[in-house]
């Protein structure tokens, strides 16, 4: 078994204000193998970013790598990279001994609800699927939650687990939306889901409810909407015991169109 640690945490404006806060989670994750942080843990989403934004070899990165190699926990986490005038929305994923596993960077940008998140950000172009803590685990950043097919390619690169990171932004039904698609991609995808989302601000962004759910869609664990560290257990015979009863990925039929 793996033991995961949701790390729902409020996000300043500050980065270092954040790498404290992440050091805290950290320290009350205990012996967790695997710590998954919100998107955005370098800083809150606003106009600043592409000011505050920094190259995977900057300080905030290189802190957290000192982190889990200080604590032997692999994480993940949001941040921002730059590029041409705007930044890479990015998913870091670092390994126990301090090293820089893979980077993601967000494909679907959230152009949607009268926000335009590609004013500043740039869009990714390939799925990542990454090893770490015994698990090969598929990044999925906030907005990406709402296209299945992403999820799917991700389990089609071999990830048993998917790790979604979030600040899902406010609004009617908002919440009931992230709750419904965590639950849709592990049902789906018969696979174990870590949703972690940042803890609610005054900005409109974020609703918490960070959620472990088994790939039946029983919600394990669930935060609700105050900060808070909470460890799971991922237990693969899990994953194969529901695939043996629904095997639903076996059953695809592709290339099927209408006529």
């Excluded at 990015?90 to 301090?98: E, K, L, M, N, Y």
């Excluded at 990044?139 to 899902?168: H, K, M, N, S």
């Excluded at 995808?189 to 409810?209: E, F, H, K």
Aim: hydrophobic residues 40%.
């Amino acid at each position: 078994m793996t033991r995961v640690a949701l790390c729902q945490i409020p996000i300043d404006r500050d980065p270092k204000t954040n790498l404290e806060t992440v050091r805290a989670a950290l320290d009350a994750a205990g012996d967790a193998d695997l710590a998954v942080f919100p998107e955005c843990t370098l800083t809150r989403f606003g106009r600043n970013i592409t000011e505050l934004a920094e190259p995977l070899d900057g300080p905030f990165v290189d802190t957290l790598r000192e982190y889990a190699r200080a604590y032997g926990t692999a994480l993940i986490a949001g941040t921002f990279e730059p590029v041409d005038g705007r930044v890479y929305n990015t998913a870091v994923a670092i390994d126990a001994d301090g090293e820089l596993a893979a980077t993601y960077r967000k494909i679907h940008l959230f152009d949607s609800f009268g926000a335009r998140e590609s004013d500043l950000v740039a869009p990714g172009d390939h799925p990542v699927v990454v090893d770490l803590a015994g698990l090969r685990v598929g990044l999925v950043t906030c907005y990406d939650l709402r296209f299945p097919e992403l999820a799917r390619a991700l389990v089609d690169q071999g990830a048993d687990t998917l790790a979604v990171i979030a600040a899902w932004a406010q609004g009617p039904f908002k919440e009931e939306h992230w709750m419904t698609l965590v639950r849709a991609r592990a049902i789906e995808n018969t696979i174990w889901t870590v949703a972690v989302g940042m803890a609610p601000g005054t900005d409109g962004y974020g609703v918490g409810r960070s959620l472990l759910v088994d790939p039946m869609g029983v919600v394990v664990t669930d935060l609700g909407p105050a900060p808070g560290v909470q460890t799971g257990r991922i237990d693969q015979e899990r994953t194969e015991r529901v695939r043996a009863t629904l095997p639903s990925l076996e059953h695809r039929r592709l290339g099927i169109t209408g006529s």
